[in-house]
């Protein structure tokens, strides 16, 4: 069997763990993805199965759209929910004093648009003298990274309460570069606005040229495996970059 499925990765799985089970769906034994989701993120995950992994590098380079969740307020270790806090400067949901309006946070957006250096998170897979940093930060070591250029195509906030702070969080969409870290993003504009902050929910909407409503859960996937139908949702490298090819 070989191609590509397009998995709606769920919430607490790792990529790895959707590729382990699709490996063990389908018994082929060469199977892989063209971009790790962390655990708590949902959404778009290119598998690839076959003959088809060896097209995973075409797949690599395209430009990503996430929605997520912003909480202010509270600053986290690894920039997520599931990290420990570090800092928590905000008041109870029901007291909270901040004045940060709507209109204060579309302003920072706006300084994060367009070309911009990014300093990678400690939690990340980015190797340093052949070390990957998460495996640093687990031993409570942190050490200088150096800062890399992504695109910010476009962010936006994609709620209306205002002002904002009332819920001690909001909802936004970003369409970037490859290698934006939307963890590292979200505790820049924290810092930013002298609040700190941590994501606490994200989906992975587009992952060039694949979108979610192309992506199939993980439970439709087994059952089309045990009726043996799986090879019908299957798609071809080759036509996806044919089309590719043609600007899409």
Request: overall charge positive; glycine content about 8%.
């Amino acid at each position: 069997m070989d191609g590509i499925i397009i998995v709606n990765k769920p919430k607490g799985w790792t990529s790895f763990d959707v590729v382990a089970k699709i490996r063990n769906l389908t018994r082929v034994k060469k199977v892989g993805h063209s971009g790790t989701l962390d655990p708590m993120a949902t959404g778009v995950l290119p598998v690839f199965l076959g003959k088809a992994t060896k097209s995973i590098q075409y797949f690599l380079n395209g430009d990503k759209g996430y929605n997520g969740e912003m909480v202010l307020g509270v600053r986290t270790d690894t920039g997520d929910a599931e990290g420990k806090i570090q800092t928590s400067n905000l008041q109870p949901q029901n007291k909270l004093q901040i004045p940060i309006s709507k209109s204060q946070i579309e302003a920072i957006f706006t300084k994060y648009t367009g070309e911009i250096e990014q300093v990678p998170p400690m939690y990340s897979a980015v190797k340093i003298k052949g070390k990957k940093l998460y495996e640093l930060a687990r031993q409570g070591i942190e050490v200088k990274r150096q800062p890399r250029k992504i695109n910010i195509y476009e962010l936006r906030l994609t709620q209306n309460e205002t002002p904002l702070a009332t819920a001690n969080r909001f909802m936004f969409s970003v369409l970037c570069s490859k290698g934006t870290y939307i963890r590292q993003l979200v505790m820049d504009i924290g810092d930013e606005l002298g609040c700190g902050a941590h994501l606490c929910a994200l989906e992975r909407f587009y992952a060039h040229p694949f979108h979610v409503s192309q992506a199939l859960d993980m439970e439709t996937i087994v059952t089309l495996a045990k009726a043996d139908i799986l090879s019908t949702v299957i798609l071809s490298p080759e036509e996806i970059l044919d089309i590719k090819g043609q600007g899409g």
